[in-house]
């Protein structure tokens, strides 16, 4: 039996349900990185940030699992680079903005990879 973190009644242990809790969330994240931060209007960057930002505090709320653990953490570590990502482009600091961007892209790689691995998604 898997070890539960972030506890709440009423979990379900498995990683099908983590995977059903999370799905918007990571739904949302693909949405605001499928275009650059440099690539949408200047007047949405810091909506978009703002909009991450809330997805994140969602995330860190949700229970995990050992099973759940890494992609958990994947979907986390992707969202915080795109949040960095935006507050960057919202700075002026292209640069940096794409770094964080690309950042974000690979955490969501290998999310979907062990999505793929665990048979979560096709």
């Known amino acids: 039996m898997a070890t539960l973190r972030n506890t709440q009644n009423d979990f379900d242990p498995s990683l099908e349900a983590w995977w059903t809790l999370v799905h918007p969330m990571a739904v949302m994240i693909e949405k605001y990185i499928t275009t650059e931060p440099q690539e949408k209007p200047d007047n949405v960057i810091m909506e978009c940030h703002a909009d991450i930002t809330k997805i994140q505090a969602q995330l860190e709320s949700i229970p995990i699992t050992d099973d759940s653990q890494a992609m958990h953490s994947y979907l986390l570590r992707a969202t915080n680079y795109l949040a960095h990502a935006y507050a960057e482009h919202d700075a002026g600091?292209?640069?940096?903005?794409?770094?964080?961007?690309?950042?974000?892209?690979?955490?969501?790689?290998?999310?979907?990879?062990?999505?793929v691995v665990c048979g979560l998604v096709g």
Do not use: G, V
Request: aromatic residues 18%; hydrophobic residues 25%; neutral net charge.
């Open 93 to 115: 600091r292209s640069h940096e903005s794409q770094f964080y961007y690309y950042n974000a892209l690979t955490e969501l790689s290998k999310l979907h990879h062990q999505l």
